[in-house]
């Protein structure tokens, strides 16, 4: 049995722990957004409602729905009866001639409060048992992601990654070949979560095992095309690209459904590779474009996400193609790493530090 000193610590922790931005984030961010996805079936009904207090008893109606939806069959049952109870035990109490009569019905109040706490209580244990699995999957796939990008004698390396969710669906490598080629996937798979951190990880493995027999593009993208077609589902898509870079500064690369690549030389974007094309997975036996290009010395390609640029402010504005330019011109001569840490630098600042609604990925290669 719990003492009343175990209490009074966890009292004290969660004072002492509890920030006002905390609770500003209640009510500002947690809360809107479980509203919103509890809603979500009867929003456009809701808005076209003229009256304020109809949208206001409907809002309410929708939250309840949407929360018993939520619940598997036999806990609806619980928070229904959980729900009728609370509310016939709370008429009792507001007649003043039945709590005479009735003085049980506090303890029963008191009932129907505590199965609403078992049922948050069950709840609660899911929860855990689920972030217990996503975290497992998260620090499974934080190893598929080089922490620290190798360096050659010919190309400088610097990458940032951070993911919406636990999983991320964001992927990144970069692998020295034997030979002194340098081999680089850079890819973003449809959505967010679990699901879009699998198609990633298959991709990943997928890709990993082709360099070893064949690391061309036509190669590569091929076999990563018709692994996803049989692995992922309708909807698991893979936007990416692919670069096989020579130790001259030449370059072969696909790009399959992901946003151009900037080609930056003396401050200013003087290129971008690839566009029009479709991402991995949707159907066999398409072919893709490869690209013939080359760096000079001191040039640089920028690869990112779209959650780059889709990224929004206070105000619902794109941070846009158009700034990730303007910053890249702003110091000609600067690392890769340094270009890097303007542009997760920049996007902080734009967003207000607001978590991001995409997964957000970041490289530059640039030719020493």
Known sequence: MAELHDWVELGKDTIS???TKDVTNLYSLEWPETRKMLIADYQSKIDADPKRLRRFVRTRSAVLLGLAKRLTPQR???FLFAFVWFFACLLGVLSWRNHIQNPWLLFEMTGAFMLVVLLLAMELIDKIKYRDELELARDLQADLIPKHPPQTDEYEIAAFNRIANTVGGDI???VPLPDGRL?????DASGH?????????VAHAAWRTQLDVDPSPAAIISSLNRILCRTGGPRSFFSCCYFLFDRDGTFLATVAG????VKIAAGKVVDRIGSGSYPLGVKTGMVWQEVHGSLDRGERLLFHSDGLTEARNGNEREFGDSY???IAGWNPTASAATLVETLVGEWNLFTGGRPPEDDVSIAVIARR
């Open 324 to 326: 990730v330019d303007v």
């Open 17 to 19: 722990s509890l920030k």
């Open 183 to 187: 081999a680089v996937l850079f890819g």
């Open 193 to 201: 979560g679990m699901a879009a951190g699998l198609v990633m990880a």
């Open 76 to 78: 609806r049952l619980v």
């Open 172 to 174: 990144y490598d970069f």
């Open 258 to 261: 992901h946003p151009q690549i």
